[in-house]
Every structure is written in structure tokens, then in C-alpha cells.
């Protein structure tokens, strides 16, 4: 089961890559939280039952309903509904995207270990890709912080991987989902327009 | 501490908390310095790297929160008392750090660090503060991810469930036996990921843009003391895979690092037409030259160390009087500065002697770390690398003393300057002085204390 669910994971990275209405981004990031809840619930055995619902907990409040409530409330007030016309083409970035997929079978592998379950590295690193490819290829500042979810949800899978033996390591991860949280709550609070791509007052 | 400025909303009241947490933190590095490699607090261990930095620390507390007090003057108590409180929350951060044996608790303080740092930015509260604070925070963030998925890869090494802390101490015992693979991933993951607190290419841009806008005291401190926050988690991991066949690879990772930093700092120094951002990209430059000395190794960890310490005193001087020069000039950008050696002689004096201390120029003691820097390149047969970095520093030299010298002895570009500057007490430049006059002491005479904890610092490192 939990492997149908971490490839259900891997569909939603590759549809990232193709998608360029923002809200599209948002229901993906909420499936994403949704399907990392599932696997935390079928991958954390080990772990004692209270640390494991508070595990599934914030998965659940925050990465499946409180961030994508946060981002819908981003794109409602800007009114910007599609990708930035100058970001790279969503076939090129689907492109990439499988390059990056591929680069993740190869060094997952290289990575091979007795400790960590293979799929879950390749799925990682999938997503740590495609949030940097995000980050990087995208205009706007709403994609950024999308980008920097998909690659907060790369570190959880990591985490996820390593659970079962050192549940302290998902517990710091958490802490990065409420700096997360701060980050975005800075967002509303400073007033900064999302749909800007002009932060080019600092410059030489 | 910082909790109680905000709660108190009273100015008074806040130097009074302000100024007792700094003598505070002082009796805590004396302390510290009297129970070196003592473990408190189960996840704090006193150890020479960190006790080192954290006498950096507490050396630019007390001129760092004089300076606060002077910048912060004419805010309302609200800002007041946010700025203080963020500015003891940063440094408790800091701190912590420091002083953290485990590399999940060093993270922490790490990421807290940020949070802290980004209130001190948006302190002017202008829309250049605002998009600095913002990149600020997106940048460390990422990057901040990208090092804790370095402490998984190292966490995937050991794979026992009694790591739960990853403490330096047992992770050194089973790096011998890892996957190198793992190893180099991790590693790269972390410098990747701390160089937006070190400033080292290629995650840089982040504290350029912080400079730009931060109050200059801030600056002084987020140039000096939290990069050596990013230095030493840098360093921390650096240490732990010394011993393993990696070493080779992180050291080609440091040098390419290093070299790739000096570029940038060259390049944008020879264009830059805002002071505090020429600071920035100077900070760059010796962060790139620490880099390459612990890519070196040998004397180069030696080096190292006392370039971060001379570094922290030399440019907290400078970032210090930029404060100074913004009130009597009211202008950072270099075409509206001039005739600073006319309207404030001893401001002038300190950007002179700070601009030969940072830029290495003897009798500074950064020439003496410079030089075994170069002497370890020679001996490694890195030619390549020696004459880059030499033609690098020849750019970056000619284009901050023109700079300089133009600010001290020239009429600005543009206009005529301000029409009534600020005259201001030369005593309040008492502490830069001081720390410059230890610099340059430095060349010469090295105390025993401060050489013995290098050396215990870098004791563990292959020769």
C-alpha cells in the first residue's frame, strides 16, 4: 500500500511540472500532504502511537489544510491565477522534470543502503529536484514558496525513510514545517505583493 | 531577557536588560573559557572551536549594543524594544550554536538564528527592507532544508536508534566505516546549505542584500559573528569526515568554493556604488579565503581561525563607523561621499586603518594568515589556485582603497554633500580603534591563550 502511495506522490511531482494555474499548485500541494500523511501512518509503525498521531497530526492540520488554505488566500488577494507568462514553458519544464526523475533512479541506487528503502530516496530526490527546478525556472514569488513546499515535503520523505529507527529526526523536521508556517504568515504580514517579480530594488 | 524587553515597553528599562545581558554573556565566556570541554545541558559541550567564536561574540557585544543604543535613539519604544529583543534573541541563538555537540541541535539554532536576523532587517521598515527581509528569509530556508537533508544523509550513515541527537562524539566513531558516496552528499548538502549563514558562494546573494539595508550594528554582527556560525557548522562536519577518504573531496569542494566567492567579490566590488554592500562583498572575499585555508589544510587551519577572528574585528569596525559615516554623511551611496577627513577626522582614520587591516596589508594581521594561506598553496603545488586568488585579491584591493580613499579625501561625485553635517564625539570611534590596534598587534604577537585554542580546535585534523 504504501508503495502505490509514494508513486501517487511521484504523479503529483510530474504533474507540477506540466500545471501552470497556481490553483492547480495548491489542491496539488493539499494531495501531497494527504498522501504523507498515509505514508507516515503506514511507514511509522515502530513508533510509539503518541508520537506518530502527533506526526500524522501535522502532517494532516498543516500540509494537507493549513498551507493550502494559506496559498488560496495568497492567490485570492492578487488575483493572479495562471504562472508568470515569462516563466519556462510548462514542456520544458516537464522535460526537466523527467530528467530529474531519471537522475534520481541512477543516484538513488549509488545511494543504495541497508538502512533507508530505495523508493523513498528516489521519490526525495525527485521532489528536492523538482522544488528547486520551481524555484529556479518560475517568476513569481507565490511559485517560489511553492517550489520551497514541494522541497520541504523532500525532506520529510527523507525523514519518513529514517523514522522507524530515529524518530527525533522527524520531529526537527516538523520544527522546518513551522518555520514554514512563519514564513508564510510573514508573507501576509509584511504586505508583500505576491504576484511581483520586481524584487530588483537591491542590486549593484 | 528578550521576552521581558517587549513585555516592559520602556527604553530605560531595555538598555538596563540590554547591557546586563551582554556583561551576562561575557561571565558566561569566562566561564566557559574556565571549563573548556566540560558538557552542560546534556546538547551544549564548551569545545575549543566554539568557546573561540564565542569570545568573538562577546568581544563585539558590548560596542555592538552601544551602537544599537545610538542607531535606535530616535525610534519609537516599540521599535525600540523589538530591535533589542530580536538583537538578545539572535545572540542567545548564536550562542547556542556555538556551544551545540550535536549536529540536529546546532540546526536548530541555526534556523532560530534566521527568524531573528529577519526582524533586525526590517527594522527601518522601508521597501528595500522588506524585499532584503524577504529574500532573506526565502534563501536561508531553502538553504536551511538543504543542510538538514545533509544532517538525514548523515543520520542514513548511522542508522541506530540511539542516535537520536547525532552528536558530533558518535557519529566519529562509525564515519571510518560509511558509505564515501553518503559521505560526499551529506557534505555538499551542508556547505550547500550553510553558506547562506557564511556567506560563501553559492548561496551569497542572501546576506549582500542584508547588508544593503540592515542597521549597521546588525551588519557588524551579521557579517562577523554569524558567519562564523556558518563557518563552524561547516567545520563540524568537515572535522567528522577528516578522518575518512573523503577528505580530498571536501577539500576540492572548499578551495572551488572559495575561489568561485573571491570571483563574485571581485567582480561586484569594482562596481559597487553602496558602501555597506562593498563591505558585504569584502566579507565574501574572506570567507572565500577561509574556504580555500581549510581546503589547504596543514597551517591553513590555523590560519583560518585567526583570519575569522581578525576578520570579525576588522569588519565590525568598519560596518561600526559606516553607521557613524551614514549620520554625519546621511548617505551610503559612495558618488554622494566625500571630504569624510574634513568633517569627521576620526572617522576618517578608522575607515583608513580599517581598509589596511581588512584588505591584508601589513602590518594587519590578516596579512600573516594570507600569507600562510599562500605558503600552504605553494607547498601543495596549487598553482592554479595560488595565482587566481593572487590576481583576484590585486582586483578586489584596488577597488576598495579607491573607494576608500575617494570617501576620505575627495568631494562627492554628485552634489556638494550634505549642507550641515553631523558633528560627532571621536570618542564614540574609542572601540573601533581598539579592535583595529588588535589587529594590527596581531602581526606581530600572538598571545599564547589565543594560539593554544586554535590549536586545540584544529588538534584533530590530519597534518
Redesign the interface.
Known amino acids: 500500500m504504501v508503495n502505490y502511495l509514494i508513486v501517487l506522490f511521484a504523479v503529483t511531482l510530474v504533474y507540477f511540472a506540466s500545471a501552470e494555474r497556481l490553483v492547480i499548485y495548491v489542491k496539488l500541494i493539499g494531495l501531497q500532504g494527504l498522501l504523507l500523511c498515509g505514508i507516515a501512518l503506514f511507514e511509522l509503525k515502530e513508533v510509539n502511537t503518541a508520537n506518530l498521531v502527533f506526526i500524522m497530526a501535522e502532517t494532516l492540520v498543516f500540509k494537507a489544510f493549513l498551507m493550502p488554505y494559506l496559498l488560496t488566500g495568497i492567490i485570492g488577494s492578487s488575483g493572479v491565477m495562471k504562472v508568470h507568462r515569462q516563466a519556462m514553458p510548462g514542456f520544458y519544464l516537464l522535460l526537466f522534470s523527467i530528467l530529474a526523475l531519471l537522475s534520481s533512479v541512477i543516484l538513488a541506487n549509488a545511494l543504495e543502503n541497508p538502512f533507508v528503502n530505495t523508493i523513498y530516496m528516489v521519490i526525495a530526490l525527485y521532489s528536492l529536484f523538482t522544488g528547486l527546478l520551481l524555484i529556479v525556472t518560475h517568476r513569481l514569488i507565490i511559485s517560489h514558496l511553492i517550489g520551497f513546499l514541494i522541497l520541504e515535503n523532500a525532506v520529510f520523505i527523507f525523514s519518513l525513510a529514517m523514522g522507524s529507527k530515529m524518530p527525533m529526526l522527524i520531529n526537527v523536521g516538523i520544527l522546518l514545517d513551522i518555520f514554514v508556517g512563519v514564513l508564510i504568515l510573514g508573507f501576509f504580514g509584511l504586505r508583500l505583493r505576491p504576484n511581483t517579480n520586481e524584487l530588483t530594488r537591491l542590486k549593484d | 531577557m528578550s521576552i521581558s524587553v517587549i513585555i516592559l515597553r520602556n527604553k530605560t528599562l531595555t538598555k538596563f536588560i540590554t547591557g546586563s545581558f551582554a556583561l551576562l554573556h561575557i561571565l558566561f565566556t569566562v566561564y566557559c573559557w574556565l571549563n573548556l570541554n566540560r558538557t552542560e545541558l546534556t546538547y551544549f559541550t564548551f569545545n575549543s572551536p566554539g568557546v573561540l567564536l564565542l569570545s568573538v561574540l562577546s568581544l563585539l557585544l558590548i560596542p555592538t549594543v552601544y551602537h544599537g543604543f545610538i542607531y535606535a535613539s530616535g525610534d519609537d519604544t516599540r521599535k525600540f524594544n523589538t530591535y533589542h529583543s530580536a538583537l538578545i534573541a539572535l545572540i542567545t541563538f548564536m550562542t547556542g550554536a556555538y556551544l551545540a555537540n550535536g549536529m ?1 541541535v546546532l ?2 539554532f541555526v ?1 532560530a538564528t ?2 531573528a536576523v ?1 526582524v533586525l532587517i ?1 527594522h527601518d521598515r522601508t ?2 527592507a ?6 532573506y ?2 534563501v536561508c ?2 538553504g ?3 543542510a ?2 545533509g ?2 544523509f548523515l ?2 550513515i ?4 540511539d ?3 547525532l552528536s558530533f562524539a558518535s557519529l566519529s566513531n562509525i564515519i571510518s566505516q560509511a ?1 564515501p ?2 559521505l560526499k ?1 551529506a557534505f555538499v548538502f551542508v556547505v550547500i546549505g550553510f553558506s547562506t549563514k557564511m556567506g560563501l558562494f553559492p548561496m551569497h546573494t542572501v546576506t549582500i ?1 542584508a547588508h ?2 540592515a542597521p549597521p550594528p546588525i551588519s557588524a554582527l551579521i557579517s562577523t559573528t554569524l558567519m562564523n556560525v556558518g563557518f563552524l557548522a561547516i567545520f563540524r562536519v568537515y572535522v567528522l569526515f577528516s578522518s575518512s577518504s573523503v577528505l580530498p573531496f571536501m577539500n576540492s569542494v572548499l578551495i572551488l568554493s572559495g575561489v568561485l566567492s573571491l570571483l563574485i567579490a571581485a567582480g ?1 566590488m569594482l ?4 558602501l555597506k ?1 562593498m563591505l558585504a562583498y569584502s566579507s565574501l572575499e574572506n570567507m572565500g579565503l577561509v574556504a580555500i585555508a581549510i581546503g589547504v589544510g596543514g597551517a591553513g587551519y590555523y590560519a583560518a581561525f585567526l583570519l575569522l577572528v581578525l576578520h570579525s574585528l576588522s569588519k565590525s569596525s568598519l560596518f561600526y563607523q559606516m553607521g557613524q559615516l551614514s549620520r554625519v554623511l546621511h548617505t551610503f551611496q559612495l558618488d554622494d561621499c566625500g571630504k569624510y577627513m574634513k568633517l569627521y577626522p576620526a572617522g576618517a582614520l578608522v575607515l583608513i586603518t580599517g581598509m589596511v587591516c581588512i584588505l591584508a596589508i601589513p602590518p594587519s594581521g590578516l596579512f600573516i594568515t594570507e600569507f600562510m594561506i599562500f605558503k600552504g598553496l605553494v607547498f601543495n603545488g596549487q598553482w592554479f589556485v595560488l595565482i587566481s586568488a593572487i590576481v583576484l585579491l590585486c582586483f578586489i584591493v584596488y577597488a576598495m582603497s579607491t573607494r576608500i580613499m575617494h570617501i576620505v579625501f575627495s568631494g562627492p561625485r554628485k552634489g556638494s554633500g550634505p549642507e550641515i553635517p553631523d558633528r560627532l564625539n571621536p570618542v564614540e570611534t574609542l572601540s573601533q580603534f581598539v579592535f583595529l590596534g588588535i589587529v594590527v598587534v596581531m602581526c606581530f604577537y600572538q598571545p599564547p591563550f589565543l594560539v593554544d585554542l586554535i590549536n586545540q580546535s584544529i588538534a584533530i585534523l590530519p597534518v
Open positions: 540536529t540546526w536548530i534556523e534566521t527568524l529577519a526590517y521597501e528595500s522588506l524585499e532584503a527581509t524577504w529574500k528569509v526565502f530556508s531553502t536551511i532544508a538543504l538538514y537533508l544532517i538525514l543520520g542514513f548511522y542508522g541506530r536508534e542516535a537520536a541527537t558509505n558516496l553518503y552528499v542584500d544593503s539595508v561586484y562596481k559597487a556604488k553602496h554592500r
